[in-house]
């Protein structure tokens, strides 16, 4: 079992950066994946970044490359979402994920989920 709490969101004007960062207990093991989605009122889980937990290989949604970027922490089970360059339109509530296995971007493919933390840019 994995526990997931995520932190770091916040309001922020457009142009401007932010960081969210998901703590994970219960040890994820080096076969697990975690990754970031985020969802908008009345629309679906979109996926934004993931991570592969033993070598950091990492994974992109299209209007997300070039401004955020995910990393890892494997000493503290922490994995980050540096978000730059953000827009209004990346206004959302941001979900951290833990699966066992390989990345995909569909969310039903995550077993784990953190309670979601609120990003809001400002135009």
């Known amino acids: 079992q994995v526990r997931l709490v995520e932190s770091g969101g916040g309001l922020v004007q457009a142009g401007g950066s932010l960081r969210l960062s998901c703590a994970a207990s219960g040890r994820p093991t080096a076969t697990y994946t975690a990754g970031w989605f985020r969802q908008t009122p009345g629309m679906e889980r979109e996926f934004v970044a993931a991570i592969t937990w033993s070598d950091g290989k990492t994974f992109y949604g299209d209007s997300v490359k070039g401004r955020f970027t995910i990393s890892r922490d494997n000493v503290n089970d922490t994995v980050y979402l540096q978000m730059n360059s953000l827009k209004p339109e990346d206004t959302a509530v941001y979900y951290c994920?833990?699966?066992?296995?390989?990345?995909?971007?569909?969310?039903?493919?995550?077993?784990?989920w953190g309670q979601g933390t609120q990003v809001t840019g400002s135009s």
């Open positions: 994920a833990a699966r066992g296995g390989r990345p995909y971007v569909r969310p039903s493919m995550y077993e784990y």
